[in-house]
């Protein structure tokens, strides 16, 4: 009896003990926990790379899972091998993608218990990731400039298959790889790039991305190119004109010019005119031009401005005009010795509001103020602090000054007139 007692007493603690592992194992399995930190750390046109926070506990492995389902009803993929066994690092890949495409990853962390029976405890599956696919390599088509200011220009494309974002990068034209700027779009096709240097042509290169629900950006390993995009030239600056003397009817321009322009307009004007006398073009990289033409004859100032142009899309954009400048021809010249000095006379310049008198005593240089007057003659009496010398030869221009505002403006003095003085 006494033996029984102890028996049955021996077979309840091993069931007890039974139990007890029991409760212990499943413990064991309720911690195992789950994968969090799952991100996309890389792709191709059929890859993903997928990287997760490791979980603490002894002969931890990972199963993970794809599909094109994000609730896994079908299809799906994962990467155990024989036996059940599973990744032992916190990252991997999947292959034989379709380029372009978004999928669903999660992961679940288990145990395996080995051989000879394999069995697996398994931890609590991850959050689902998209992940996505770069798009496949090609050119983006129809990309083209559509539309400029002075510091921004607008771009527009044919949205790619398979992408649903861009990244475009530019720089200035030339420029290589210093001072590139990057941009990531939208599913869009086309954008405005603001900030931009005034009067700089600009280089842009555009690639399709697969953008996930993350943020992660598949690019394609193809980019397209559209270079020498200008901005809108800016005011024309330093716009000067001069004809080349009294009597000639050539015309020459200058400017400062613009590095985005491809050519230049300018227009010419009477002092009070509502319709251009003249009006022309300038292709090319300059920074002048010349011609001649009959409306230019006559005493008389004409107002000038110039702006530059650009070809956008094959259609010319127009910058900002010039200030006006206001010019006319020299006036001519006659000398007559007289014994209180040398008379200069000279034409009428309509327009003008007074002339000044120059004198040197050498041809090409050396020329200093005598006088300003509104009349349109004056006896000039010295050159420079000397008085004039019998039997020494003189040289005399003579400028109208018309005055706008604060600034005043000069015909042409490129001509001298001379004479040798006799009392």
Not at 327 to 355: H, I
Request: charge should be positive; aromatic fraction near 12%.
């Amino acid at each position: 009896m006494e033996k029984r007692k102890r028996f049955i007493k021996l077979c309840t603690i091993m069931v007890v003990w039974v139990l007890f592992l029991g409760v212990s194992m499943k413990s064991e399995a309720a911690t195992i926990g789950t994968a969090g930190g799952l991100k996309q750390t890389g792709a191709g046109t059929n890859r993903v790379d997928i990287s997760w926070d490791a979980v603490i506990g002894n002969q931890i492995q990972y199963k993970m899972e794809l599909c094109a389902n994000k609730k896994f009803v079908s299809g799906v993929k994962d990467n155990l091998g024989a036996n059940n066994m599973g990744s032992t690092a916190p990252n991997g890949s999947f292959y034989g993608l379709t380029a372009g495409k978004k999928y669903y990853v999660r992961v679940t962390p288990f145990t395996n218990s080995g051989y000879p029976d394999y069995q697996c405890t398994w931890g609590t599956p991850s959050k689902v990731l998209e992940v996505v696919t770069a798009p496949i390599g090609n050119k983006i088509q129809n990309l083209r400039q559509t539309g400029a200011t002075e510091t921004s220009v607008t771009l527009s494309w044919k949205k790619y298959s398979g992408a649903n974002a861009y990244q475009l990068t530019y720089g200035k034209k030339g420029s290589g790889n210093n001072g590139k700027r990057t941009i990531n779009l939208g599913n869009v096709k086309s954008c405005t790039i603001k900030k931009l240097s005034k009067n700089t042509k600009y280089d842009f290169k555009i690639c399709p991305v697969n953008k996930s629900a993350s943020g992660y950006q598949a690019l394609s390993n193809f980019n397209t190119a559209i270079s020498d995009c200008p901005v809108l030239p800016t005011k024309v600056k330093e716009v000067r004109a001069f004809l080349w003397s009294p009597t000639s009817n050539y015309l020459e321009i200058h400017w400062k010019k613009s590095e985005c322009a491809d050519g230049y307009k300018y227009q010419i004007y009477t002092e009070n005119g509502k319709k251009a006398l003249i009006s022309g073009k300038k292709s090319g990289d300059s920074d002048n031009t010349y011609f001649s033409s009959e409306k230019l004859k006559g005493n008389r100032f004409l107002k000038l401005r110039v702006q530059g142009l650009v070809e956008i899309n094959g259609s010319v954009k127009q910058g900002t005009w010039s200030d006006w400048i206001y010019f006319s021809r020299q006036p001519d010249v006659e000398l007559k010795s007289t014994k209180s000095g040398m008379k200069v006379t000279w034409d009428k310049v309509d327009g003008a509001d007074n002339y000044t008198v120059y004198v040197s005593n050498k041809r090409k240089s050396g020329y200093t103020k005598v006088a300003s007057t509104t009349k349109t003659s004056m006896v000039v009496k010295k050159c420079g602090s000397s008085n004039l010398k019998s039997g020494k030869q003189y040289y005399f221009m003579v400028a109208a000054n018309k005055k706008i505002g604060k600034k005043t403006f000069q015909s042409t003095r490129n001509y001298c007139f001379w004479q040798t003085y006799r009392k």
